[in-house]
Each structure stands twice: as structure tokens, then as C-alpha cells.
Nanobody, 124 residues
Framework: VQLQASGGGYVQPGGSLRLSCSAS????????IAWFRQAPGKEREWVSC????????YYADSVKGRFAISNGDIRGTASLQMKSLEFDDTAVYYC??????????????????WGTGTQVTVSS
């Protein structure tokens, strides 16, 4: 399975961006996709995850109400719509995938597949 994240860029505080994740190689809907992010000088943190099969999704408290994760129409794709962006949202965003479901936070060590990151910079 290979993943690729895209859609990052520069945005002013309060602005919006939409990230996309494309995972090739899944042959069924029995998988989950997550977004993580890593800000300069900080540990990588979990942002959100989504189970393809049942559509359940979960968010970190820091992004709840501002970010929305969704399945794409094509198997292996997902998006992260980010609104009301804040300076603290500046980070490299990564998508990850694993067989099965997500039911909330799952440590990064348990995500089997990772894509390259996409930079999101919130700056005035």
C-alpha cells in the first residue's frame, strides 16, 4: 500500500485548506485512514481518523469543530477539510492507513502505512 498526501500550502489565520490522501493497494473497504501532524520542534500528533467500512470518524480535541475528515468516492481516498486555521495548526501533515477500523486515537506505531507529508503554514 502506498499513500500520498497533498493539498498543503500557506493560509492566513481563519482561513481554510483541504488536504487529500490517496492510498493505493487496498482491495477491500476494511481499512482506516488517519491524519497526523508534526509541528517544528514537536512530536508528531494524531489529528483524526476515519474507518472506510463504517464511516465512523474521530478527532483530537485540538481540531474538533474545525476539521472534518471524509471518505472519498474512490477506495483509498480521503480528505481533511480544515477551517478556522490557527497559527498552532502549522505543521507537516501526514496521512496513514491500517487494515481494520479506528475507534479514536491509535498510536502511530500501529499504523502500517505512511505517506509523505504535506506542509501547512498558517501565517499572517
Amino acid at each position: 500500500v502506498q499513500l500520498q498526501a497533498s493539498g498543503g500550502g500557506y493560509v492566513q489565520p481563519g482561513g481554510s485548506l483541504r488536504l487529500s490522501c490517496s492510498a493505493s493497494g487496498f482491495t477491500s473497504d476494511y481499512y482506516a485512514i488517519a491524519w497526523f501532524r508534526q509541528a517544528p520542534g514537536k512530536e508528531r500528533e494524531w489529528v483524526s481518523c476515519l474507518s472506510r467500512a463504517d464511516g465512523n470518524f474521530y478527532y483530537a480535541d485540538s481540531v474538533k469543530g474545525r476539521f472534518a475528515i471524509s471518505n472519498g468516492d474512490i477506495r483509498g481516498t480521503a480528505s481533511l477539510q480544515m477551517k478556522s486555521l490557527e497559527f498552532d495548526d502549522t505543521a507537516v501533515y501526514y496521512c496513514a492507513a491500517r487494515p481494520g477500523f479506528c475507534s479514536g486515537y491509535i498510536p502511530e506505531s500501529q499504523w502500517n502505512y505512511w505517506g509523505t507529508g504535506t506542509q501547512v503554514t498558517v501565517s499572517s
